[in-house]
């Protein structure tokens, strides 16, 4: 799946990928499927 701003939104407490990060990951392919509700980190796209 590709990440789009439709997959993205900000949760509390923020352990998952900063908000300031987003335009970093947009366009990126995620290397597994990720849940709604679920944090993800860089580890979770492929290069």
């Known amino acids: 799946e590709i990440l789009t701003e439709a997959n993205l939104g900000a ?3 923020g ?3 900063s908000v300031s990060e987003y335009d ?3 366009g990126k392919k995620l290397a ?3 849940n709604k509700d ?3 980190s860089s580890d979770d ?3």
């Open 38 to 40: 679920i944090l993800f």
């Open 45 to 47: 796209f492929v290069d």
């Open 24 to 26: 970093l990951y947009i």
């Open 32 to 34: 597994k499927s990720v």
């Open 15 to 17: 352990t998952g990928i």
């Open 11 to 13: 949760k509390r407490p």
